[in-house]
């Protein structure tokens, strides 16, 4: 089911725990938090949870608590956070996040419907066979777990058709997605947890027409030339 999304107001007790890759991890959701988290700052205290690396970002440090995660336990014993909120994509940087959720559980922001790809790198790629197959049989089912088990003796891979996601909504206290379509294919998966959409925010610039004529020029696209971005 998808509830509407209240107005954020200024709540200075709320104390969020932000799961999240950061740079100079090379991913998409390291730029969008570095975004995000300055504006949601604006709504509740925050802690930031890495993988043991220091974020490039200076003005991070500024604004907010950054630790490793492993911290998070004896952190939270101490004073318990009111939410924890997790990034989760489909890439090896969100393996933490994943592990992490399964013990402590929160919000999921759910970035990519499919985790194949996580779920792989965790456990086929390691060479742990027994467990791919048994998360597929987890999310998918048994006849699930067959066909891929026929794939790989005939060399084939899939990372396509099974999304293997269910064990992070199970984990969940809540789904955020910035896409319908993820939360629709979620509900026919039978999700019964909150879910949300959310706009994924934008820098929308100033239209600028020496800007606009100046990348033309760049590309050799003339004035007039259609252009889908």
Not at 14 to 30: C, H, V
Not at 39 to 54: M, P
Not at 82 to 110: C, R, T, W
Not at 149 to 159: I, N, Q, V
Request: proline share 6%.
């Amino acid at each position: 089911r998808t509830h509407a999304v209240p107005r954020l107001v200024r709540t200075p007790d709320l104390r969020i725990a932000y799961f999240s890759p950061l740079a100079p991890q090379k991913s998409g959701i390291s730029d969008y938090s570095e975004e995000l988290l300055p504006r949601l700052k604006e709504y509740a205290d925050i802690d930031i949870f890495v993988d043991g690396y220091r974020p490039l970002n200076e003005a991070i440090y500024d604004q907010f608590h950054v630790y490793d995660y492993r911290a998070y336990r004896d952190l939270a014993e101490r004073k318990p956070y009111d939410i924890n909120v997790y990034q989760m994509g489909n890439s090896a940087f969100h393996e933490y996040i994943y592990n992490q959720l399964l013990k402590y559980p929160g919000v999921v922001v759910l970035h990519d419907f499919s985790l194949h790809g996580l779920i792989y790198h965790m456990t086929l790629a390691r060479g742990n066979k027994l467990a791919y197959l048994a998360e597929v049989e987890y999310c998918e089912g048994k006849a699930a777990r067959r066909e891929v088990e026929r794939g790989l003796k005939e060399g084939r891979l899939d990372f396509y058709t099974y999304p293997l996601n269910r064990r992070v909504v199970a984990a969940g206290e809540g789904v955020i997605a910035h896409s319908q379509w993820i939360l629709d294919e979620l509900a026919l998966r039978g999700a019964s947890l909150p879910m949300a959409k959310v706009h994924q925010g934008v820098h929308v610039r100033p239209p600028d027409p020496k800007h606009r004529a100046k990348i033309r020029a760049q590309l050799g696209l003339s004035d007039g030339q259609f252009v889908i971005g």
